[in-house]
């Protein structure tokens, strides 16, 4: 057997935001083959509303919630186009300037908005206002909070603003998105990642785990099944160690979701754009396949793939990418380093966690 590469290793690295090619963390960059759809309940949410008379939907949130993946998915949901078109369209028809037509020719139109940080205070609320309340068409706009807080409370913004303003506020008393079913403000900031969907039953974390790690196409027969590496590979140990779908895999998985709702429950709020960050970096340790062919040759002796396990790379960093340079790309990484099981030795708890899984008998 000869070494091989792994298309889809290629395709892990190109999330991670200290790579050459991180443009998949991008939705405006992803192409129909890399790119990465999830069912989220705002997803659910929106296309429910529209269905039921929405004209005017803010999307607000942080930077990497998924924003411009929602208006994506609502051409293709929605106005039913095929994905091809529906990138397309997001590239050149979604600055707001003209409504995009249903495919079919039925059903409402859709005004979209992206970036609202693109223009001016002034512009952003005549643009609401002028295209709040349209019988013809549905409102999508994307802002941050601090933008979003900007525009409907300017000095001179009109009635459309105001009803906003009064729905963003109630929001967090009530935890609602709409008060009448007409104007709607989704929070993506109360979106969470580690907890189970009603409708799928599962999470974000583990939907995603499953799809990258879980299924066996990625890692055919053809490149990494007849790589002669594959024994010494630390990316295909953590694939198996994470998706193997054996006894102990499924143990893994919901440790890592557990240390993800952790952090949520710490108070740190997981974007989509980090978890897909953070499961590419625990898969591949920032390594590509021809990386892993050449520490093979440096090294003589086993043992330099530990630092790449994935239980090491959530609380350490391998020796080609710094503390600094990994937190500051990965940012819920130093929320996971304060939980650190080995900073804090107890032996109860240590013993504990080490035979969590009952592999050892008592004693």
């Not at 189970?196 to 974000?204: I, Q, V």
Request: glycine content about 8%; hydrophobic content about 35%; some cysteine.
């Amino acid at each position: 057997m000869e070494p091989m590469i792994n298309p889809h290793v290629s395709r892990l690295n190109r999330y991670l935001p200290f790579s050459v090619s991180h443009d998949q963390i991008y939705e405006e960059y992803q192409s129909d083959q890399d790119g990465k759809s999830l069912e989220t309940i705002a997803l659910q949410y929106v296309l429910r509303a529209l269905r039921e008379g929405a004209r005017c939907i803010i999307l607000t949130g942080d930077a990497g919630h998924g924003k411009t993946h929602l208006c994506r998915r609502l051409i293709e949901g929605h106005l039913k186009y095929q994905t091809a078109e529906s990138r397309l369209l997001l590239l050149e028809k979604c600055d707001g300037r003209e409504a995009i037509q249903p495919a079919s020719g039925s059903g409402i139109a859709l005004r979209i908005h992206k970036d609202f940080s693109e223009i001016d205070t002034s512009r952003a609320y005549q643009f609401i206002e002028e295209h709040g309340e349209n019988d013809e068409e549905a409102l999508i706009i994307c802002a941050n909070e601090g933008r979003l807080r900007a525009v409907i409370s300017a000095e001179n913004s009109g009635d459309v603003c105001r009803k906003l303003k009064e729905l963003f506020r109630s929001t967090f008393v009530t935890g609602k998105s709409s008060l009448d079913g007409k104007f709607h403000v989704v929070n993506l900031n109360f979106q969470s990642v580690a907890s189970e969907s009603s409708a799928t039953g599962t999470s974000l974390v583990r939907r995603a785990m499953n799809d990258w790690v879980g299924d066996g196409r990625r890692w055919a027969t053809t490149s990494c099944g007849q790589c002669s590496l594959k024994p010494e590979c630390p990316i295909h140990w953590n694939r198996l160690m994470l998706g193997d779908n054996g006894a102990f895999s499924e143990p893994r998985m919901e440790k890592l979701e557990a240390l993800f709702s952790t952090v949520e429950r710490l108070g740190y709020v997981i974007t989509i754009r980090e978890m897909l960050m953070l499961i590419s970096y625990i898969v591949t340790g920032g390594l590509t396949c021809a990386d892993v062919r050449d520490k093979v040759r440096r090294h003589t002796e086993r043992g330099w793939q530990s630092e790449y396990a994935f239980y090491n790379l959530l609380f350490g960093n391998p020796e080609e990418i710094s503390t600094e340079r990994l937190f500051r790309g990965i940012p819920i990484l130093q929320a996971i380093n304060r939980l650190d099981p080995g900073k804090t030795a107890r032996r109860t708890v240590d013993e504990r966690l080490l035979n969590g899984d009952e592999i050892f008998p008592a004693g």
